[in-house]
């Protein structure tokens, strides 16, 4: 079974600091995504990479980078983390088949931004 | 850009057959594909359409009409625990062989006895 794992289920932070999220895959995927959740707007898509060192923006890539080190590992940053980051977080990996990526997804990160 | 349209929430009876629907706008279609997500967990792929027509996959099954821009997910037999939430994504090329999902907003499935 593929396995998603995040570092935290429930982060709190304050306002203005440095927050890391990480994320590990156990399938030797190549991609890896995060998104937010927030009720009403479903996931939306942050960033994503598709290789060791590559990045691409999603559609919400304001106030948030990315690091991939390695294959497996997946980090999301937040610079200086502002009340309206309060949100779900979910990491995911994929590898690629036919036309669409099967997307798995970790257990998400609930952070809340004081 | 991408946009999708599905209904926010969907009541049905256990037992009985339920369709949510999916309207989507976009450009570099691929294909659309559905996702279920009980309250406090992780979204789960449940099916995938490429091409038009429709996948069965259990009680679980998939329409897609590209002609259209729109694809459905029709539930049969529900049981309480098909009440979780469901989103469609359409999958669109991102690069070097990869594909990136775009979701609607989700619907809410409550399965009520």
């Known amino acids: 079974d593929v396995k998603v794992t995040q570092s935290s289920r429930y982060l709190v932070k304050r306002t203005g600091e440095k927050v890391f999220l990480e994320c590990v895959q156990d399938?030797?995927?190549?991609?890896m995504f995060w998104y937010r959740q927030d009720p009403g707007l479903g996931l939306r898509l942050i960033y994503f990479s598709y290789d060791v060192k590559m990045k691409e923006k999603g559609d919400i890539p304001e106030g948030y980078s990315v690091s991939r080190e390695k294959k497996e590992r997946f980090s999301l940053i937040l610079e200086s983390a502002s009340t309206n980051q309060t949100s779900m977080y979910l990491c995911a990996s994929s590898f690629t088949s036919g036309s669409t990526d099967t997307q798995y997804f970790g257990p998400g990160t609930r952070l809340t931004v004081l | 850009g991408q946009s999708l349209e599905q209904p926010s929430e969907v009541t049905a009876v256990e037992g009985a057959i339920v369709q949510i629907n999916c309207t989507y706008q976009?450009?570099?279609?691929?294909?659309l594909s559905w996702y279920q997500q009980h309250d406090g967990g992780a979204p789960t792929f449940l099916s995938y359409n490429a091409l038009d027509g429709l996948e069965e996959t259990g009680r679980f099954s998939s329409f897609l009409s590209r002609s259209d821009s729109y694809g459905y997910l029709l539930l049969q037999e529900l049981q309480m625990k098909d009440s979780a939430s469901y989103f469609c994504a359409v999958s669109l090329y991102s690069g070097a062989g990869s594909y990136q999902l775009t979701f609607g907003k989700g619907t809410k499935l409550s399965v009520i006895p």
């Open positions: 399938m030797d995927h190549e991609n």
């Open positions: 976009t450009s570099g279609f691929y294909g």
